[in-house]
């Protein structure tokens, strides 16, 4: 099973700060799942990368297959921004899209 | 644009009541899915649904069935509800099996007692 860990579970930043939230996974995958859940509890899909990097908007998603580490990187961040960031891999290398969940990264953006 | 729709929204039951949560999307999506959210850990998959008429177990499938009748609904059943059912259930479906964006409801929040 693949094991997903993520850091910091807990982030406090101010309005402004660049803010980077990782995840490390175990099993070897070829794609990797950032979402966010926001206050109201709704999830949204962020991105979905299995190499280099994706941006969208202030967000930016790196991965490195051979470290198998990703981050997550918010430029500028707001108060808009506080919400829960979970990462996912699939469950096993032969999985038929199950899902091993990170569980989360709390981010709280200050005024 | 509706997306997927889940009902209800919250439920308080009984031990030993029965109830189906209900989940909806309008996106011609083939694979559904079902999770459970529990505090201070991951979104673990309950069931999953490859296509019409197919349904398979996911992480944590004990105590829930499921069925995939239409496209585009797809039904978690507890025949008989537990305490340690209480959690938060998404739903979530994709269009492709290994690289389609997941789309999710906006949860369904139950509580055993």
């Known amino acids: 099973k693949n094991e997903v860990e993520q850091s910091p579970q807990n982030l406090t930043a101010q309005e402004g700060e660049f803010i980077t939230i990782n995840c490390s996974y175990s099993?070897?995958?070829?794609?990797l799942h950032w979402l966010q859940q926001h206050p109201g509890g709704g999830i949204v899909s962020l991105f979905m990368?299995?190499?280099g990097k994706k941006k969208h908007g202030r967000l930016i998603a790196t991965i490195n297959i051979q470290e198998k580490h990703s981050s997550l990187h918010i430029t500028a961040s707001h108060p808009r921004d506080s919400a829960v960031y979970i990462c996912a891999s699939p469950f096993s290398s032969g999985s038929a899209r199950q899902l091993t969940f990170g569980s989360g990264t709390q981010l709280t953006v200050l005024p | 644009n509706a997306g997927v729709t889940q009902t209800p929204k919250f439920r308080v039951l009984k031990t030993g009541q029965s109830m189906t949560l209900l989940c909806a999307q309008d996106?011609?999506?083939?694979?559904m899915y079902w999770y459970r959210q529990d505090p201070g850990m991951g979104l673990r998959l309950i069931h999953y649904?490859?296509?019409?008429?197919?349904?398979a177990k996911g992480e944590v499938p004990d105590g829930y069935n499921v069925s995939r009748l239409k496209k585009q609904n797809f039904l978690l059943g507890l025949e008989s509800a537990a305490p340690s059912q209480t959690s938060v259930y998404f739903c979530a479906s994709s269009e492709d099996r290994y690289t389609g964006e997941l789309f999710f409801g906006e949860g369904s929040r139950l509580t055993v007692l």
């Open positions: 099993v070897g995958i070829s794609a």
């Open positions: 996106m011609n999506h083939e694979y």
């Open positions: 990368l299995s190499s």
């Open positions: 649904s490859v296509g019409e008429g197919t349904t």
